[in-house]
């Protein structure tokens, strides 16, 4: 997959792409269904397979978020959209021009003369342009005229009626609901971050961790969670069962909001490298306890229920996240 971060000087082999047009932070089954769609035109077509995305998020450039709300940060959708089989990736960078420039604009410098795309393919509910005046109808009809083709994919719903929808994938997370939130996604939620050092306090009871930087992630519910966590080495990425705590650490008198991961069965040193943390089941609230011995008690418990809810899971066949994520 070739990145292209500009819509000017696109090389004429890049054009006449299908491209699918979106923020589509998180990826969920609603956008997965406008990138197959528009994979499906260009193959049908024997045409490139293109996708438009824009960084930052544009919610991040208009200041409406004072907390971090991404599903996806960029690391991980360029991941996510590569597997998904796009040929090009165009990321625009949102910024005072993107933002101030009209729809009309948008359609015939960017779409059409700059990427020149062949069909551009979008969501039910995209908005676009100065003041979001663009819409899919009117996309539609400007394409028409210029010459190409649009069309917008109506929404698609899970198994009670519900919209795939980022906002709602947001509130699961936050309301503890990690389950809910994977079966909107597709497959589990999860983050990546450098493994930074700690205080090293768990090696002393018996439960070292990895501290995860949760960067510009979404923070979940607080507490206890049932992980799986990918581990990068020579031939891939290898998937260990374990138990984190995301929260700030009050038995030890914590100074900041840290993602403590404790992978089962493992023996390495994980100190700067970057670690996958996919969220499987919420286990517990975090709490404050009398002491050391407390709390290594409720954390070999806290194992336990994890070890046991990720057996039961490999057994039923139910886990959403595969070896070659």
Not at 106 to 116: N, P, Q, R, S
Not at 149 to 164: K, L, T
Not at 207 to 217: L, R
Not at 258 to 279: K, N, Q
């Amino acid at each position: 997959m070739r990145i292209l971060r500009h819509f000017t000087g696109v090389p004429a082999a890049d054009k006449g792409a299908v491209i699918a047009l979106g923020n589509f932070d998180g990826l969920h089954r609603g956008h997965q269904h406008v990138i197959a769609t528009a994979r499906d035109i260009a193959r049908a077509d024997g045409r490139k397979f293109g996708i438009l995305t824009f960084e930052p998020h544009p919610r991040t450039y208009f200041g409406k978020e004072s907390e971090p709300f991404r599903l996806t940060p960029f690391r991980i959708k360029v991941r996510e959209l590569q597997a998904l089989g796009a040929d090009l990736l165009f990321v625009l960078r949102f910024d005072g021009s993107i933002a101030k420039r009209p729809a009309d604009s948008f359609v015939t410098d960017i779409l059409h003369e700059g990427i020149g795309a062949s069909h551009v393919v979008v969501g039910y509910d995209f908005a676009f342009g100065a003041g979001r005046e663009g819409n899919p109808e009117y996309l539609a009809a400007r394409a028409e005229e210029l010459g190409f083709r649009a069309s917008a994919v109506q929404p698609a719903r899970d198994e009670v009626e519900e919209i795939y929808s980022s906002t709602l994938i947001r509130k699961y997370l936050q309301n503890g609901q990690p389950q809910r939130a994977a079966a909107l996604l597709g497959h589990l939620w999860e983050v990546e971050g450098r493994v930074r050092e700690g205080r090293q306090l768990g090696r002393t009871i018996g439960f070292p961790t990895a501290n995860v930087d949760m960067g510009e992630s979404i923070i979940p519910a607080i507490g206890v969670y049932s992980i799986r966590a990918g581990v990068r080495t020579e031939t891939g990425i290898r998937w260990h069962d374990g138990v984190a705590n995301l929260g700030v650490r009050p038995t030890v008198d914590g100074d900041g909001l840290v993602l403590e991961v404790h992978l089962f069965d493992f023996e390495g040193d994980l100190y700067d490298s970057y670690l996958r943390v996919a969220f499987v089941d919420y286990l517990r609230a975090e709490k404050k306890f009398n002491g050391l011995d407390e709390l290594k008690a409720q954390i070999a418990e806290d194992s336990r229920q994890a070890r046991e809810l990720h057996l039961a899971r490999a057994l039923g066949a139910g886990d959403f996240v595969g070896e070659d994520m």
